[in-house]
């Protein structure tokens, strides 16, 4: 099974910059879905980013154009750029991967990955 470990969570204030990173370990197969999701306090997890094995990408719409996900598939990393964080970007950043399933079925809505991250906490103060 695959595992991950995320980090580079931390404490900003609005408008600051931060750096997510996954570590993954396991098999992935050449078509797989890794993501971003977030846990904002009293909300149920959303997807923030995905991007499958063929580098299709899928954002949430509050954070296209602030955040970036990328992964180094030789350092098998993935990442979350975050910039112009605001308050509400607050919360628990879980990574998320599947090793088989990729394609259309990868997008930010889809919150049935194989496996995920113990998440790390991301504060944002005003």
């Known amino acids: 099974q695959v595992q991950l470990v995320e980090s580079g969570g931390g404490s900003r204030q609005a408008g600051g910059s931060l750096l997510l990173t996954c570590v993954v370990s396991?098999?992935?197969?050449?078509?797989?879905?890794m993501g971003w999701y977030r846990q904002l306090p009293g909300k149920e997890r959303d997807g923030v980013a995905t991007?499958?094995?063929?580098?299709?990408?899928s954002y949430a719409d509050d954070v296209k154009g602030r955040f970036t996900i990328s992964k180094d598939n030789a350092k098998n990393t993935l990442y979350l750029q975050m910039n112009n964080l605001k308050p509400e970007d607050s919360g628990v950043y879980y990574c998320?991967?599947?090793?088989?399933?990729?394609?259309?079925?990868?997008?930010?809505?889809?919150?049935?990955?194989?496996?995920w991250g113990k998440g790390t906490l991301v504060t944002i103060s005003a």
């Open positions: 998320a991967a599947d090793p088989f399933r990729g394609g259309a079925w990868c997008h930010v809505y889809q919150y049935g990955l194989d496996s």
């Open positions: 991007i499958d094995s063929e580098g299709g990408l």
């Open positions: 396991g098999y992935m197969s050449g078509r797989n879905c």
